[in-house]
């Protein structure tokens, strides 16, 4: 590719940069509804009984609605190389507003039975699948348009997470206080479902406006778009895809340790209050957010790699401590730090799996790569560990430990890409 391609950043503006982040905040504000407000879910959706029996039946109701997200990534992705990113964006942002609004609307346990929990893990399924091209898409949009300081540009799109989290605790919070605990049980929570749908209107009117991706537009005309790019992905780029997808799903980890299975840990053992479970989350969420931008930026200067090697090593020295002993301060300590462990490397993480595909399959690999990071390794990781720790409170952190160090082993054997040119073709 030539002149045609914008090499500068000049071209992101705030209407770009709001396009992208608007539909993966409303996908991240929709996921972690569902985690950070699961003691509301399983007394509604779940039997009677044990109590650590049915958060880890929400959990694992959770984590199921990550298997359509490799779904989502391989049909977005290969539209989305093949016709753009753009219109991809549009259907995904629908899908996620509307099967999480209408989560606030199903019928409880109590109501019509286990057919609760089949339409709740239907919603979630299609929410999945929503998530499996937004993430991709939304990351592409701002690479595309800015080619320099990819690092910084990625931030904007990857604080998103942190932004969902934090909007849905302060949501919980909020109405928490307006009108206390047990009406949050029993219908205070879907007012929190229901604002996805107000969010989907917003996201959808400054989408409707998103101009495509010069970088797309250039492949487009000089015809070097494929048939099925996703088949090449797994044929010519295996390798990249592999250690894509264990950064990711490492990153991921060290993302659900801190917003899901800690702070339910915690307050399974009553060490903390459910306001305080809230407000460990706010923190966890603002610090992350906060090092999402310093880590991009950072990245952009001493490489992608390095900023995973930092992050896995914070996590590392956090996991067993906190388990060990368990306290009010530890569990604020802890979320902390997990906050700067998981912005250092999040921001990088969306580049670097993004860089180190070409333009015709890059759609197709990064979003195949995050999602099935997040979808079998991250996202199953609040369930494994509740379990784990039902057997020994000393296994809990293993599953976590074990991703921690492939995450090193990983980085070290991927090539560095701040530098690469997202013009290449092949």
């Known amino acids: 590719m030539g002149s045609d391609v914008v090499t500068g950043s000049a071209s992101i503006t705030r209407h770009i940069i709001l396009s992208a982040m608007i539909g993966t905040l409303l996908e ?43 779904l989502g990534a391989f049909v977005f992705g290969h539209y989305g190389d093949r016709i753009g990113r753009k219109r991809m964006l549009m259907y995904t942002i629908v899908i996620s507003g509307v099967s999480s609004g209408l989560v606030g609307l199903l019928p409880t346990y109590a109501q ?33 348009h800015g080619q320099r300081r990819r690092g910084y540009w990625s931030a904007f799109v990857q604080s998103t997470v942190g932004l969902g989290l934090v909007l849905g605790s302060i949501v919980f919070l909020v109405l928490g206080a307006l009108i206390g605990q047990s009406a ?28 495509e991706t010069p970088v797309f537009e250039a492949a487009k005309r000089e015809k070097t778009l494929l048939n099925v790019p996703a088949g090449m992905v797994f044929r010519k780029y295996w390798k990249e895809l592999l250690l894509s997808t264990l950064i990711a799903g490492a990153v991921g980890t060290i993302w659900f340790t801190g917003s899901t299975t800690l702070p339910t840990i915690y307050r399974l053992f009553k060490v903390i209050s459910p306001e305080l479970q809230q407000i460990g989350i706010l923190v966890f969420g603002l610090i992350e957010i906060l090092f999402v931008f310093l880590g991009g930026p950072l990245s952009d200067r001493i490489g992608r790699r390095p900023t995973i090697y930092i992050s896995s090593i914070i996590f590392l020295v956090v996991l067993y401590p906190v388990i060990l002993y368990k306290s009010t301060i530890m569990f604020f300590v802890s979320m902390a730090l997990l906050g700067i462990a998981h912005g250092i490397a999040y921001a990088p993480e969306g580049a670097m799996i993004s860089e180190i595909f070409p333009t015709n399959v890059r759609y197709s690999g990064n979003s195949l790569a995050y999602q099935f990071g997040n979808a079998f390794i991250g996202g199953p990781q609040p369930y494994v560990s509740v379990d784990l720790g039902a057997i020994s409170y000393l296994l809990e952190p293993v599953y976590a430990v074990v991703f921690a160090v492939i995450a090193i082993a990983a980085a070290y054997k991927f090539r560095e890409t701040k530098d690469v040119d997202l013009t290449k073709v092949t």
């Open 184 to 211: 949050m049980t029993a219908w205070g929570w879907r007012i929190a479902f229901l604002i996805s749908f107000l969010l989907l209107a917003i996201g959808f009117y400054i989408r409707y406006t998103l101009p």
């Open 112 to 144: 019509i039975g286990a057919w609760a929990i089949v339409l709740l893990v239907i919603l979630r399924l299609v929410l999945g699948f929503g998530l499996g091209g937004e993430w991709g898409g939304a990351m592409l949009v701002a690479l595309e």
């Open 28 to 70: 991240w504000y929709d996921i972690f509804l569902f985690s950070t407000g699961a003691f509301y879910i399983a007394a509604n959706f779940m039997p009677k009984g044990n109590p650590v029996a049915a958060i880890a039946s929400t959990l694992l109701v959770f984590a199921i609605g990550f298997l359509f997200r490799p």
